[in-house]
């Protein structure tokens, strides 16, 4: 359970609106829901303030449908990453009122009641074209969050004029996450232009030379721009995680 539907439960106990029998039926489900070939864990939102998120590849789309629907009955809804077009088409039948989005292969059923995701200063940008589908994946792990994400995309430096005329929107933002392949050299400039932390995003596109990511991610690592955090190869996900928290600290 969320921890701001928690502390309405406890804030209606203290005020006299609910009884502690009736608090104690809203807050009595397990930790951990074995499901033999997965262990939900439905504390996760409690502790680290969002609920576990699935990661669709390597999971059967039955697997799939079973943990979403544990998830779901708990009211905080679901996201899935990496999910594959028949796991998608299965989770749309499920449950009609999930997002599904086929860029970022992802499937997100917002909870019950939940506000729009609101504009926090996240910002991301791509080098190239080909880097979108890590950048919206990072986007709607964001807005799964409550973050509303701008984007800039195809701004690489092939063509340096292109992120240079985006002084100001890379400037407005609180932090900004930078999804590139090839040379993955973009983050590094972004890095050089703004005083905000930039999470740096190797991807696994590019020509042979470029190793799956792996060039992007050295040239990442070894970043000369001050306050470059770099995540794993295609990682929109975990970029998502850490902007979510930074923007969080700040408010």
């Known amino acids: 359970m969320m921890r701001d539907r928690v502390r309405a439960v406890l804030a209606d106990v203290a005020a006299g609106r609910r009884t502690v029998e009736d608090a104690l039926s809203q807050l009595d489900a397990a930790p951990v829901d074995d499901l033999s070939f997965a262990q939900i864990d439905h504390h996760r939102a409690l502790r680290q303030g969002y609920p576990e998120v699935v990661f669709g590849e390597g999971k059967s789309v039955e697997q799939a449908l079973q943990i979403c629907a544990r998830l779901a009955e708990h009211g905080d809804g679901f996201l899935v990453t990496r999910a594959e077009a028949a796991m998608r088409l299965a989770l749309r039948g499920a449950h009609p009122e999930a997002e599904d989005d086929d860029v970022a292969r992802t499937v997100l059923l917002r909870r019950a009641g ?77 890095g050089g232009m703004v005083r905000v932390p930039v999470i740096a995003v190797p991807t696994s596109v590019g020509y042979g030379a470029s190793f799956h990511g792996l060039s992007a991610l050295l040239t990442m690592l070894n970043s000369c721009a001050a306050g470059v955090v770099v995540c794993n190869i295609d ?17």
């Open 114 to 190: 939940a506000a729009a995701p609101a504009e926090s200063g996240a910002l991301v940008v791509t080098a190239g074209t080909g880097d979108l589908p890590v950048a919206q994946e990072c986007i709607v792990t964001l807005r799964a969050f409550g973050h509303a994400a701008r984007r800039v995309a195809d701004v690489g430096v092939a063509g340096i004029h292109r992120v240079l005329a985006q002084q100001d929107v890379l400037r407005a933002a609180r932090v900004v996450v930078v999804v590139a392949g090839m040379d993955g050299a973009l983050p590094s400039v972004v």
């Open 235 to 251: 990682n929109g996900f975990g970029a998502a995680v850490a902007a979510a928290r930074i923007l969080e600290l700040g408010a």
